[in-house]
């Protein structure tokens, strides 16, 4: 099981860290090889729910570095890296919130995955009470 969850956080890293290099405008999703635009869920002429402008462009990498960071550091408590157990369930939440975040920003049909992926990994924390004690036994 505890390999599942780790999948689930790096995906949910992936698909956070794309927002800092989001396709250009007028180009068409990634080929379906490299998970098109279910992996890189961001698009330059994507309207946004911020204007474009200075506020969308400190938004997204702060949020996007932020959910990847914090899913990388939960994902690195479940494996026992540096990174203290106790601290599992608040980076998944932290990832989870600021990973909503930015993809309610940049909503479009692409966002799906992205929200449901954050939402898994709420619910399994909030509602399951996963731990990296009960995944790792």
């Known amino acids: 099981m505890w390999i599942a969850f780790l999948v689930l956080l790096l995906l ?3 698909l956070n860290l794309t927002a800092l ?3 250009a405008a007028g180009q068409g999703p ?3 090889w490299v998970g098109g635009g279910l992996l890189w869920p ?3 002429d994507t309207r946004t729910l911020l204007p474009a402008g200075d506020a969308l462009a400190t938004l997204t990498p ?12 939960a994902a690195a408590a479940l494996l026992g890296w540096v990174v203290p157990a106790a601290w599992f369930p608040w980076l998944v939440v932290a ?16 966002a ?3 929200l449901l992926v954050a939402a898994a990994l709420l619910w399994s924390v909030w509602g399951a009470h996963v731990t990296v004690a009960g995944l790792r036994s």
């Open 12 to 14: 949910a890293a992936q």
């Open 21 to 23: 290099v989001p396709a």
């Open 30 to 32: 990634p080929p379906w």
């Open 42 to 44: 961001f698009f330059s």
């Open 62 to 73: 702060i949020l996007g570095i932020t959910a990847a960071t914090a899913f990388l550091m």
């Open 95 to 110: 990832g989870a919130l600021a990973s909503i975040a930015l993809h309610v920003i940049w909503i479009s049909g692409w």
């Open 112 to 114: 799906v995955l992205p």
